[in-house]
């Protein structure tokens, strides 16, 4: 079965830092780029970063530029978003999520798995 696990949420204050870990198994890790998404109270769901783990081409929503870093370790299956100057606006359920290659990595409609999300919250 395909399982995208997520890690790492919690409650943090402003400015802190934070790093989510997602655990995928039950599929081809290499043929699948992994990303994050996040979706805050009464927004839709947004696309964060995602890496190709064929080549480890990452990529960035701009809103989480130079905040955000993702990482993966082939050799676990896992992939990691480093999260730093935390903000309440960051508020959010955060998604790991694959798609096959990496054209739209970052668009909701094209992900292939999703994970169930870790709650991160930002306090002011």
């Known amino acids: 079965d395909v399982q995208l696990v997520e890690s790492g949420g919690g409650l943090v204050q402003a400015g802190g830092s934070l790093r989510l870990s997602c655990a995928a198994s039950g599929f081809t890790f290499d043929d699948y780029a992994i990303g994050w998404f996040r979706q805050a109270p009464g927004k839709e769901r947004e696309g964060l970063s995602c890496i190709s783990s064929e080549d480890g081409s990452t990529y960035y929503a701009d809103s989480v530029k130079g905040q955000f870093t993702i990482s993966s370790n082939n050799a676990k299956n896992t992939v990691y978003l480093q999260m730093n100057s935390l903000k309440p606006e960051d508020t959010a359920v955060y998604y790991c999520?694959?798609?096959?290659?990496?054209?739209?990595?970052?668009?909701?409609?094209?992900?292939?798995?999703w994970g169930k999300g870790v709650l991160v919250t930002v306090s002011s």
């Open positions: 999520a694959a798609t096959y290659g990496t054209s739209w990595c970052l668009n909701k409609d094209a992900i292939n798995y």
